[in-house]
């Protein structure tokens, strides 16, 4: 099979560190370069000491833009409203997968919400929102792919099922833990490890970026479902790890295996989405491309558990796991390792 030729925008943050380590040793993909702000012109292995041996790349300038023309495909792996700046000047036949919200909410007035302004919105409508288990269709035409957030990666997959079956009545409430590598690399006050590795508290309160992208993504798959979610993230004391616990009722009284049914039949030939008995675990998913998805039920009550390590299904997992499948790979090709345990 013909091996692509891979440049990777950011790559010097933690999402290009895992896509690095999985792209360096993807039997399909050639790393022909990869930029960096200010870590430009450092060695890549300086950077990211666990690649030593695995490559001699150097950090490009991000304005490097003159590289387009060498690589078939390219990974965004900026912070939010810079791939905007970018994706125009990309040639049409290079394949763009981006990691960052640029891309992912389709009502202008929705993104200037959350997000801002945009300076090249109508390119928007070029982008497939890249939850592979629920668009791999769309992602295997497509040559522009907008990879979820983190969190939503989570939620989304936890209601996908029982939004699909049109079984819930009422408020949606989704209860989300994340791990302090989800706020990148650089440092602030919020995310110091001070303040951050024995504490728990929450943040962003109804104002979650990922909000609008959970009910976009769900309410395509069942236009019925009336959106209604309270999304509420905390910080937790781990490094890697998105733990979602999702409480909802249903319109009538439900079993676990009828609930069960839902999501084995929703996610048969989804390699990457496990099921298992009760609450899923954070370690058993790092630094693995899995999604454990568990659940219990009480009558019309049903509580969803769904965790990923954030980087890797929640980033560059998920961004890799679309790579394969727009350019006709098998869908685990680099991803097909479990996580690791303790
Ligand atoms: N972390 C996660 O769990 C996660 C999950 C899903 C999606 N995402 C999204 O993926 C994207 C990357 O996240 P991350 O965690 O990898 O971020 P990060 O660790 O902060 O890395 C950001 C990268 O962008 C570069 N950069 C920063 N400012 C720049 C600028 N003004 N111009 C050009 N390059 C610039 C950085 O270069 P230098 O380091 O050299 O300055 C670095 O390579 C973000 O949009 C994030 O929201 C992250």
């Not at 003159?66 to 900026?78: H, P, T």
């Not at 951050?196 to 909000?211: D, G, L, P, T, V």
Request: proline share 6%; hydrophobic share 40%.
């Amino acid at each position: 099979m013909k091996v692509q030729k891979v440049g990777i925008v950011g790559g010097s943050g933690y999402g290009g560190s895992e896509l690095l380590r999985r792209l360096l040793v993807h039997p399909y993909a050639e790393v022909v370069w990869v930029t960096a702000h200010s870590q430009e012109g450092k060695r890549v292995d300086e950077v990211h000491p666990n690649l030593r041996g695995f490559t001699d790349l150097v950090f490009q300038p991000s304005s490097f833009s003159e590289a387009w023309k060498e690589v078939d495909v390219i990974f965004l792996g900026l912070p939010h409203s810079q791939s905007m700046n970018l994706v125009p000047d990309i040639p049409i036949r290079v394949k763009i997968i981006d990691l960052a919200g640029d891309y992912r909410l389709k009502d202008p007035d929705v993104f200037a919400e959350y997000y801002g302004e945009h300076t090249s919105f109508l390119l928007q409508s070029e982008f497939v929102y890249g939850l592979t288990e629920l668009n791999r269709e769309a992602v295997q035409l497509s040559s522009r792919v907008a990879c979820p957030g983190c969190f939503a990666t989570a939620s989304i997959l936890g209601l996908a099922p029982l939004v699909q079956a049109d079984v819930i009545e009422g408020r949606v409430i989704v209860d989300a833990k994340t791990g302090s590598s989800g706020s990148g690399i650089k440092p602030s006050a919020g995310t110091h490890h001070p303040s951050r590795a024995n504490s728990f508290y929450a943040y962003k309160m109804f104002n979650h970026r990922h909000q609008p992208e959970i009910v976009q993504a769900l309410q395509e798959l069942n236009p019925s479902w009336d959106g209604r979610l309270t999304f509420q993230t905390h910080s937790a004391p781990m490094v890697r790890g998105i733990f979602a616990s999702i409480y909802l009722s249903t319109k009538e009284v439900m079993t676990e295996e009828q609930v069960g049914d839902l999501f084995r039949e929703f996610y048969e030939g989804h390699p990457f989405v496990r099921l298992v008995g009760g609450s899923p675990n954070t370690n058993w998913v790092k630094q693995s491309n899995f999604a454990d998805i568990g659940w219990a039920v009480d009558g019309q009550d049903v509580t969803v558990f769904a965790t990923i390590d954030n980087l890797v299904k929640g980033a560059s997992g998920q961004a890799i796991q679309n790579f394969n499948v727009m350019c006709g790979y098998p869908e685990g090709t680099g991803l097909m390792v479990p996580g690791t345990h303790p």
